[in-house]
């Protein structure tokens, strides 16, 4: 089995602070730790991104049906804006937004580019004002509509340049860096994807913000069966009227969905909970994990699905770090939790989601953090001892809470237990 990449680091680790000094160092999963300034202020500003596109020093992440062009599954490759030209066009930002969407055809093909943000370890590549770096885009060439023949040209020709589209469920052989770049490219081309019409009055949205937003138009060039009056070149048809554009919410935002995962600590500190889930593989845990749910604190997200899942009541909640998840579009919100005295009895009966749940001692679980980790379709790795338990690999952020519980205290800094 190959060796997990590295972690990314924290920002400025090397810098003292009284944070650092009560609370340890900060956890940087993988994921996040983005090389890239994502200027977000500048996606409404078409010169910008019109001037970013063309630059020589822009790299271009290619996904097909969000599977990313690579080397291998530890190289992501990036195209040129010449290679996206015959599929994107001379200039997609050419026009405001105010402009696209008052032109906005509904039957046209356009395909989704996404602006990733700008790599400022790159102090050659572009500048803008006060900021520079190279851009990053991320482009859909996903072959549909009128744009199939290009995008399945636009395939072909990469695939016989010995690329290929990683076509993995989960990638998480990156280093680190390209993770970072790779994780919202997926999440918001998948996003985008899922989200073409309104979700309020069903008429097909509009992509702005440079990938990041998406508007219901007023009108629209294109003949929609629901629409008033005629179409033309100088009159486009009305479209109905929809409660999205009045007041302040008349943009439909990227979503997120806010997930707890936690390791558990028993009463004296002594074990730790971990779940096993009907399809893992053999001798394999993890820690709990579950969704927020509206108007839930994380506090007690964390406790309920602790619960629900295994039986356990717990105490004192303590968040530890956040993991971004692209599959599709989660927020791992990771916690320390303890069990309260008398409530360590576990019981499966509320929430069928789990097979197993078991206390499991300290020494047994650093053990198997230090030779029992895989991923879910991996195998153990050489120094594992046949029967013994089975983690999650360093990249998933359910092995840094438990390396946490049960090596460096809370955030970082020595046990303290």
């Excluded at 320390?336 to 509320?350: C, R, S, T």
Aim: glycine share 8%; with cysteine; charged share 25%.
């Amino acid at each position: 089995m190959p060796s997990p990449p590295d972690l990314p680091q924290p920002a400025h680790p090397d810098i003292d602070s009284m944070l650092t000094r009560k609370f340890g160092k900060e956890v940087t999963n993988y994921f996040a730790g983005s090389p890239l300034n994502r200027v977000s202020f500048l996606r409404t500003d078409h010169n910008f991104l019109s001037a970013a596109l063309k630059h020589p020093s822009t790299s271009f992440l290619l996904l097909d049906n969000l599977a990313p062009l690579g080397h291998n599954s530890s190289k992501l490759y990036y195209a040129s804006f010449k290679d996206v030209r015959p599929l994107i066009g001379e200039d997609p930002y050419e026009t405001s937004e105010e402009e696209l969407i008052k032109s906005y055809n509904s039957k046209a093909t356009v395909p989704q580019l996404l602006f990733l943000g700008l790599d400022e370890s790159k102090k050659t590549g572009f500048e803008w004002t006060i900021y520079q770096g190279s851009p990053f885009f991320a482009v859909d060439v996903t072959p549909k509509g009128s744009k199939e023949e290009v995008a399945k040209t636009l395939i072909q020709e990469k695939e016989s340049q010995d690329l290929k589209f990683l076509r993995d469920r989960i990638h998480m052989a990156l280093p680190a860096l390209e993770a970072a770049i790779y994780a919202p490219a997926r999440a918001l081309l998948d996003w985008n994807a899922r989200n073409p019409f309104c979700a309020q009055c069903g008429q097909p949205t509009l992509s702005i913000n440079a990938g990041w937003k998406r508007t219901c138009p007023p009108t629209d060039m294109s003949s929609l069966k629901a629409s008033i009056g005629s179409t033309t070149e100088s009159s486009p048809t009305e479209r109905p009227d929809c409660a999205t554009r009045k007041g302040i919410s008349n943009i439909c935002f990227p979503r997120t969905d806010s997930t707890v995962i936690m390791a558990v600590l028993s009463a004296d500190s002594q074990r730790i909970l971990l779940g096993r889930g009907k399809r893992f593989p053999p001798l394999w845990y993890s820690t709990l994990a579950g969704f927020v749910e509206p108007a839930e604190s994380v506090e007690e997200a964390v406790r309920r699905e602790v619960w629900e899942e295994s039986g356990i009541t717990l105490g004192r909640v303590v968040v530890h770090s956040t993991q971004p998840w692209p599959y599709p579009a989660n927020l791992m919100i990771g916690a320390i939790a303890q069990a309260i005295p008398g409530g360590e009895e576990i019981v499966l009966k509320h929430d069928p989601e789990l097979e197993d749940a078991k206390w499991v001692g300290l020494d047994e679980v650093r053990e198997a953090l230090e030779i029992g980790t895989s991923g879910l379709g991996e195998g153990p790795g050489k120094r594992y001892k046949e029967g013994g338990l089975r983690l999650p690999p360093q990249t998933a952020i359910a092995h840094q809470l438990l390396q946490a519980a049960t090596n460096r205290g809370l955030v970082g800094g020595e046990a303290k237990m």
